[in-house]
C-alpha cells in the first residue's frame, strides 16, 4: 500500500500532546499537592489543639515584637503597627517536645507508679474504661516499638467460595479460638483489608488448607489493594509495580 494513501494518513490532532502533557503533569502534581494539603491541614489541626494552652505572652507574633519591635529595620519594613503571623507547625513542635517528656518521665519509677495509679482509677469507671482500654490497644498496636507485624502475604476465599481475595497472615490462632473450632488442622488468623483503604477489614480464622501463600511482599499486595487491582508487582524487580492490563516479559 501507498504510504501516502490519505486513508492511512494519522489524522493530526493539534490538541493531543497538549493532552497528554497535561494527563502526565497531573500524574506528578496531583500526589505531591495532595499529600502538601494533607500535611498542611494536620499541622494546623494540631497548632489548634495546642496553641490555646501556651500563654499570649509566648505566641510567635508576641515573641516577634517583644524582642524586635523597637528596631528600626523593623520599623522600617511593618511600619509602626505589631506583626501578627501565624506560624504553623508551633503547635507541632510543643507537640512533640511535651510527648518525648512524657515519655522519658513515664520510663522512670515515678512516672510508672502515676501511670498505673491513674490507669487504676480509670479502671473503675464504667464508660471511660471501654473507650480508654480501646484507644490504649490502638495506640500500643500502631506506636510500640517491636517488630511484630504481618508475615506474609496470602489468598483466601471470601466472601464465598470461588472468589478469592488478598490477606494478610497475623500469626496461628491461639487458645480458646483454637479450640473451638471442630478443624483438625492449624487455624491461621488473616486480616483481610477493604479497598483502597487497608486499614479497615476483617478478621478472619482460617483453616490452614484454605490459605494460598503468595511469593510477593505484603508491601507489594498493600499497594495492590490500595490501587484497587491496578498496580501488579513486577515479578523480575519488586520495586518496579508495573499497572494491570500491561503483558510481555
Known amino acids: 500500500m501507498d504510504e ?10 493539534p490538541f493531543s500532546g497538549l493532552r497528554n502533557n497535561f494527563l502526565a503533569g497531573l500524574v506528578i502534581v496531583v500526589p505531591i499537592a495532595i499529600t502538601m494539603w494533607m500535611i498542611w491541614t494536620f499541622v494546623g489541626w494540631i497548632d489548634s489543639w495546642v496553641l490555646p494552652f501556651v500563654p499570649g505572652a509566648y505566641h510567635p507574633d508576641a515573641l516577634i515584637n517583644r524582642f524586635f519591635g523597637d528596631s528600626a529595620w523593623f520599623k522600617w519594613i511593618f511600619g509602626e503597627e505589631e506583626v501578627s503571623v501565624n506560624i504553623r507547625g508551633v503547635g507541632v513542635v510543643l507537640f512533640l517536645l511535651f510527648t518525648v517528656l512524657v515519655g522519658w518521665i513515664t520510663k522512670g519509677l515515678i512516672g510508672r507508679s502515676l501511670l498505673h495509679w491513674a490507669e ?10 471501654s473507650l480508654y482500654n480501646g484507644i490504649k490497644q490502638i495506640a500500643e498496636t500502631v506506636f510500640a516499638q517491636t517488630e511484630t507485624k504481618f508475615d506474609k502475604a496470602c489468598l483466601v476465599e471470601y466472601p464465598r467460595k470461588g472468589i478469592w481475595a488478598i490477606a494478610f497472615v497475623s500469626t496461628n490462632a491461639r487458645g480458646e479460638i483454637d479450640q473451638r473450632i471442630p478443624v483438625d488442622e492449624p487455624i491461621i488468623s488473616v ?4 479497598t483502597p483503604n487497608p486499614t479497615s477489614g476483617f478478621l478472619l480464622f482460617v483453616p490452614q488448607h484454605s490459605v494460598i501463600m503468595l511469593d510477593m511482599s505484603v508491601e507489594d499486595a498493600a499497594k495492590l489493594v490500595i490501587s484497587a487491582g491496578l498496580v501488579y508487582p513486577n515479578p523480575k524487580d519488586p520495586s518496579k509495580a ?5 503483558t510481555g516479559k
Request: positive net charge; hydrophobic residues 35%; without cysteine.
Open 4 to 13: 501516502h494513501d490519505p486513508h492511512h494518513r494519522r489524522r493530526w490532532r
Open 242 to 246: 508495573k499497572p494491570a492490563g500491561i
Open 191 to 194: 486480616f483481610l483489608p477493604t
Open 120 to 129: 487504676g482509677l480509670v479502671d473503675r469507671m464504667p464508660v471511660v474504661r
